[in-house]
């Protein structure tokens, strides 16, 4: 299974950015997709995770700002970031919980990471 995230950039504080996240490979079924942030010096945090049954969920940090969207159909996760923040900058990485075909399991896979900076 393949992650491949794209999107970031640099934008003025204030402004808006859209992170894409497609999934590829010997998928069955994904049980979740989202998105998770690392700034320099910190821990991989997670920022928004979408799931078929349960729904969505937000760090309290970008709630309001930050809208995670899913395309089950195409196996896309999508992260539409407004009102960016200069603490907003990170290497984004998107996260799939899939379950594969040929060994039937489950795990999780991560993409290769995006960068967003945000300019004060």
């Known amino acids: 299974v393949q992650l491949q995230a794209s999107g970031g950039g640099l934008v003025q504080a204030g402004g808006s950015l859209r992170l894409a996240c497609a999934a590829s490979?010997?998928?069955?079924?994904?049980?979740?997709m989202g998105w998770y942030r690392q700034a320099p010096g910190k821990q991989r945090e997670l920022v928004a995770w979408?799931?078929?049954?349960?729904?969505?969920s937000y760090a309290d940090s970008v709630k309001g700002r930050f809208t995670i969207s899913r395309d089950n159909a195409k196996n896309m996760v999508y992260l539409q970031m407004n009102s960016l923040k200069a603490e907003d900058t990170a290497v984004y990485y998107c996260?799939?919980?899939?379950?594969?075909?040929?060994?039937?399991?489950?795990?999780?896979?991560w993409g290769q990471g995006t960068l967003v900076t945000v300019s004060s």
């Open positions: 490979g010997s998928i069955f079924r994904i049980n979740g």
């Open positions: 979408s799931t078929s049954d349960v729904g969505t």
């Open positions: 996260n799939a919980d899939v379950i594969v075909t040929i060994t039937w399991s489950s795990g999780a896979y």
